[in-house]
């Protein structure tokens, strides 16, 4: 998945450790307690054996060494795994083995010991997104009212608000908290089927002891066994992608902020952040690059689990095993984006004053489309854009205001008075419904304020 020294942008140690070889062991046995125990409440395993299975969840017995290496001729770790497992539980008592894996096939419990992994995963990046939300919340409220200027092709636009550029990235981060929440009911499953789906060796009762696995292991039971109906753990992938790529267009925007020229805000500051190893003065958007460089990686991922959705009839070939690294993987570089993510909506520094001396530079052009909306109405849209457009060359090679331009041609003050043309240089009344839409995100609390 990644290069462990690298871990340190590619995943949080949280996340590392869930899907760490220990807990995909502790998941695997877990499964396998449960199955022993609802196979011994229909009769299916001698009484006992469900605790004898369960004293071994920690998974201490497991030899890794011996585990990779049979699983390199078993095609899987689920094989010589319960190989282990059976071994390790007649050592305490023969009868409790006669059971172990009865009804399972190796896909049923590796796919559940990753659906309990990811159910694991998926709290996490929820509180994770949950603290973010409240980071950006703060700093929506904080700024509503901070003037810049709107970009549009890395260009200067008319003004907009700190604080609306902010809650177009908390409206997206609620979109996606949402997704995974929906994506989740459906992917957090049971797998259970057996060899081609049936679950035929249990007979009769299969459909019951399917339900009581689930129940002892709180999964929701599917209507059937899914092994080779991949969209649901794709779709999972997917909405942490589309979470990762709105943390990077946050990430993004605040980075081309930092940039020396524009200097408007800041990642926050610490003795040893953001330094270069040969330019002092450097203050580098470190964790912006964490977050777009977990993004980075992002599509390459989906797109493995779209390819590997074509599974063969009941049971697929090659495909299914291609989805063993890439699933960790996605809620690794999902944390990890979170995590930056987190650091920069609580440490951001705000230059205000930056940001308005950046827009005056701007002498006025970017209010040029305030004064057309001004003049269409009495000349039409077409003539007030054409002279504007003239206007504004005119106050860009004599490097004056645009204000002073418009006041001193005749063709502007036959329709609008100086006191006219200072209120449409004033950004502040110009920002239209920003107000209105922060409150919407905010919601009532702030919109009765």
């Known amino acids: 998945m990644h290069n462990d020294l690298n871990s340190f942008l590619l995943s949080t140690p949280e996340m590392t450790r869930i899907f760490s070889p220990h807990e995909q062991l502790r998941a695997m046995m877990r499964f396998e307690w449960a199955l022993t125990a609802a196979l011994e409440k229909h009769a299916l395993a001698e009484p006992g054996s469900a605790t004898i299975v369960e004293s071994l969840v920690d998974a201490n017995f497991v030899d890794l060494d011996a585990l990779q290496r049979e699983a390199r001729d078993a095609g899987n770790i689920a094989i010589p795994f319960v190989r282990q497992l059976t071994a390790a539980a007649a050592a305490r008592d023969e009868r409790a083995t006669r059971a172990i894996h009865l ?21 996490l990046i929820d509180g994770d997104t949950a603290r973010l939300e409240a980071a950006l919340e703060n700093q929506v409220r904080a700024h509503r009212d901070t003037i810049l200027a709107g970009r549009t092709w890395l260009q200067a636009g008319p003004p907009t608000t700190l604080g609306l550029k902010l809650a177009g990235t908390l409206a997206a981060l609620r979109r996606c908290r949402d997704r995974i929440r929906s994506a989740s009911q459906r992917a957090l499953v049971l797998q259970f089927g057996g060899a081609v789906g049936t679950l035929a060796v249990l007979g009769s009762v299969g ?9 002892l292991l709180d999964l929701r039971e599917p209507d059937l066994p899914w092994h080779t109906q991949r969209d649901c753990i794709v779709e999972m992938v997917q909405v942490l992608a589309t979470l990762t790529g709105s943390l990077a267009k946050f990430a993004r925007d605040i980075a081309l902020l930092m940039q020396s020229e524009v200097g408007e805000v800041s990642e926050g500051t ?46 697929g070939l090659g495909l299914w095993q291609a989805e063993w690294d890439t699933v960790p993987e996605a809620f690794q570089l999902c944390a990890a984006a979170a995590a930056y993510s987190i650091e920069i909506a609580e440490g ?11 827009f005056d530079a701007l002498l006025g052009m970017t209010m040029s489309e305030a004064v057309t909306a001004a003049l269409a109405p009495q000349i039409g849209r077409a003539p007030a854009h054409d002279l504007l457009r003239k206007a504004v060359a005119r106050a860009a090679d004599e490097k004056r205001h645009l204000g002073d331009i418009l006041k001193q041609s005749p063709d502007i003050t036959a329709h609008l008075s100086g006191g006219d043309i200072e209120r449409l240089m004033d950004p502040r009344a110009y920002l239209g419904s920003a107000q209105q839409f922060i409150d919407r995100v905010l919601g009532d609390a702030d919109a009765n304020r």
Do not use: F
Request: one cysteine or more; hydrophobic letters at 45%; aromatic letters at 0%.
């Open 103 to 123: 009804g399972a096939t190796s896909q049923d419990v590796l796919d559940s010991a990753l659906v309990l992994q990811m159910r694991d995963a998926v709290e």
């Open 207 to 215: 459909g019951a002891v399917s339900a009581e696995l689930a129940r």
């Open 270 to 315: 610490s003795s040893e952040r953001g330094g270069s190893s040969t330019m002092p003065h450097k203050h580098n958007p470190v964790a912006c690059a964490a977050v777009i460089a977990a993004h980075a990686k992002m599509p390459g991922l989906v797109a493995a689990m779209l390819r590997a959705m074509l599974q063969e009839h009941e049971r």
């Open 348 to 358: 951001l520094k705000v230059d205000a004053a930056r940001m308005k001396a950046n």
